[in-house]
C-alpha cells in the first residue's frame, strides 16, 4: 500500500483515483472545488454518466480508502506518489494557458517531501514536464529533481464513458525525467492497473516505459494530432464525394481494405476535450507545425460547409425553423466541449435561419442556459441538422420532425429508408439527389 494524491477530481482524475484505491492505496484527492470534495466524500460522484463510477466510488469511500480535500499541499505533504490531471486548456488565441496547471504544480511542490514521485497526466507540449514544470516543483519545494524526488510524465489515454475499460485496454505510456523516475512510475501503474489481454498489440500490454519525458508527452500529441489529420482529410474527401455525386462511405471501405490505409469517417464537426486542442499544444512545441493546423482549418470548417450542403438541398433558410438535432459533441456523452453546435447554430444564424436544439440529455433549462432555443420532437420545423450521433437519432424519421422538408444527417446515422420522400443528405454517405430544392 502506498499513499497516493490525484490532483483534480474531474472526468479523469476522479475514476483514476478511485482505480488507485481500488488497487489497496490509500488515496486522497484533491480539488479546488469545495462541492466536488463534498460530493467525493459522500460517495456521490460529482458529474454524470461515467459508468461504474457511482459503485466503483461508494465502494472505496466505504473502505475509507479514498478521501477528498481542497488543500492539495497538505495532502501532498503525506503522500509517497502524487498524480496531477489538472487540464492544460488552449485560449481564444490557441495558445496554451498554464495557469490552472501552475497554480496546481505550486501547490503540489510546496507539500512536497523527499523520496516522493510527481507524475503528471495532463497532456502537454513536449518539453514542459522538464523545462516547465519541474523547475517549478523545485523552486516550490527547496528539493533537487532526480535526486531528492522523481518526475514522470504519463499521458492519460482514456474517454469519457468508457474511463475504467481504457485504462485497462491500452499501454500505459510512461516517461521520466530520469531512467529512476521512470522505473518508478512503472512500478507504480504495474501495481495499481489490472490490465487485460490485447493479442493486437506488437508487445505486451501494460506499462510501456519510452525513455523520457518528451517521448511520453510526444506519444499523445501524436495519436490526437493523427486523428484530427485523418478526420480532416475524410472531411475534404467527403465535400468533393458530394460535389461529384458519389458515396464516400464504401470507398473508404474499399480504401481500408489495403492494410495501409486507415481512413476515418467524415463528419459535421470534431468535438471534444482532446482532438480540438492538442493540434494546438503540439503546435506550441513545434513552431514549424502546418499539417496540424491545416487540418484544424478544415475541421472548424466543417459546420459551416455543412450548413451549405443544406441550403443547396432546401433553398433559401431566411425565416425558416431549423432544428439542430444534438447539443452534445458526441453521441452518449453529456459535454459539450467544443461541440459543432453552437458553429452550426451561428451558421444557420448567419443565413437568416431560426435554429432551435433538441438533444435527449439536456433538459429545457440547460438548452437555454446555453442561449439556445429548446426543441421537441413531435413540434414542426422546416429543416433538420443531426449533430450528434445519439442512439436515439438512428430511429428518427419525417414523423418526428412534423413539416420538414430537408434532413442533412451530420453523423450518417439516420436510415435512409425511413426517409425516403424527403430529401436527405449524410456527410460521406450518399450522394445528393439530382433535384433537392424543396418547394414550400
Known amino acids: 500500500m502506498r499513499t497516493v494524491t490525484v490532483v483534480g477530481l474531474g472526468k479523469i482524475g476522479l475514476p483514476l483515483a478511485v482505480t488507485f484505491a481500488a488497487a489497496g492505496h490509500r488515496v486522497t484527492g484533491a480539488d479546488i472545488s469545495g462541492r466536488v470534495v463534498a460530493d467525493v466524500m459522500a460517495g456521490r460522484p460529482p458529474f454524470p454518466g461515467e459508468p461504474g463510477l457511482t459503485g466503483r466510488l461508494a465502494e472505496v469511500r466505504g473502505m475509507?480508502?479514498?478521501?477528498?480535500?481542497?488543500?492539495?499541499?497538505?495532502?501532498v505533504s503525506t503522500s509517497e506518489v502524487v498524480v496531477i490531471v489538472v487540464p492544460l486548456v488552449v485560449g481564444a488565441d490557441r495558445r496554451p494557458d498554464h495557469r490552472a496547471l501552475d497554480a496546481a504544480v505550486d501547490a503540489v511542490g510546496a507539500g512536497l517531501r523527499p523520496g516522493s514521485l510527481v507524475i503528471v497526466e495532463t497532456t502537454l507540449p513536449v518539453h514542459t514536464t522538464r523545462r516547465r514544470i519541474t523547475p517549478r516543483l523545485a523552486a516550490a519545494s527547496g528539493l533537487r529533481p532526480g535526486r531528492d524526488f522523481g518526475v514522470c510524465h504519463s499521458p492519460e489515454r482514456v474517454s469519457s464513458g468508457r474511463v475504467f475499460a481504457d485504462l485497462v485496454r491500452y499501454p500505459k505510456l510512461v516517461g521520466g525525467i530520469d531512467p529512476a523516475s521512470g522505473e518508478r512510475a512503472a512500478e507504480f501503474?504495474?501495481?495499481?492497473?489490472?490490465?487485460?489481454?490485447?493479442?493486437?498489440?506488437?508487445?505486451?500490454?501494460g506499462v510501456w516505459d519510452l525513455g523520457s519525458a518528451e517521448a511520453a508527452e510526444l506519444a499523445k500529441l501524436a495519436e490526437t494530432t493523427y486523428r484530427d489529420v485523418n478526420i480532416a482529410l475524410a472531411n475534404e474527401f467527403a465535400?468533393?464525394?458530394?460535389?461529384?455525386?458519389?458515396?464516400?462511405?464504401?470507398?473508404?471501405?474499399?480504401?481500408?481494405?489495403q492494410p495501409?490505409?486507415?481512413?476515418?469517417?467524415?463528419?459535421?464537426?470534431?468535438?471534444?476535450?482532446?482532438?480540438?486542442?492538442?493540434?494546438?499544444?503540439?503546435?506550441a512545441g513545434d513552431p514549424a507545425a502546418r499539417l496540424p493546423l491545416l487540418a484544424r482549418e478544415i475541421n472548424d470548417a466543417m459546420p459551416a460547409r455543412a450548413i451549405e450542403m443544406l441550403t443547396a438541398m432546401a433553398g433559401d433558410l431566411r425565416g425558416r425553423r431549423a432544428a439542430v438535432l444534438g447539443l452534445a459533441y458526441r453521441g452518449g456523452v453529456k459535454e459539450t466541449a467544443f461541440t459543432g453546435a453552437l458553429p452550426v447554430v451561428r451558421a444557420l444564424e448567419e443565413r437568416g435561419a431560426v435554429p432551435v436544439v433538441h438533444d435527449p440529455l439536456f433538459d429545457d433549462h440547460e438548452l437555454s442556459g446555453m442561449g439556445l432555443?429548446?426543441?421537441?420532437?413531435?413540434?414542426?420545423c422546416d429543416?433538420?441538422?443531426?449533430?450528434?450521433?445519439?442512439?436515439?437519432?438512428?430511429?428518427?424519421?419525417?414523423?418526428d420532425l412534423p413539416g420538414v422538408t430537408a434532413l442533412l444527417d451530420g453523423r450518417s446515422v439516420t436510415d435512409p429508408v425511413l426517409w425516403s420522400g424527403v430529401p436527405r443528405l449524410a456527410i460521406g454517405a450518399g450522394a445528393a439527389p439530382p433535384t433537392l430544392v424543396a418547394e414550400r
Open 64 to 75: 475509507d480508502l479514498l478521501r477528498a480535500t481542497t488543500d492539495t499541499t497538505a495532502a
Open 189 to 205: 501503474y504495474t501495481s495499481s492497473l489490472r490490465f487485460v489481454d490485447r493479442p493486437d498489440l506488437s508487445r505486451p500490454n
Open 239 to 257: 465535400c468533393f464525394a458530394h460535389q461529384a455525386g458519389l458515396d464516400l462511405l464504401p470507398i473508404v471501405e474499399a480504401a481500408n481494405s
Open 260 to 283: 495501409y490505409s486507415h481512413l476515418h469517417r467524415p463528419g459535421i464537426a470534431v468535438g471534444g476535450h482532446c482532438i480540438p486542442v492538442y493540434p494546438w499544444l503540439y503546435a
Open 373 to 380: 432555443e429548446p426543441y421537441h420532437l413531435g413540434e414542426p
Open 383 to 399: 429543416v433538420a441538422i443531426v449533430q450528434a450521433d445519439h442512439p436515439e437519432y438512428t430511429r428518427i424519421g419525417p414523423d
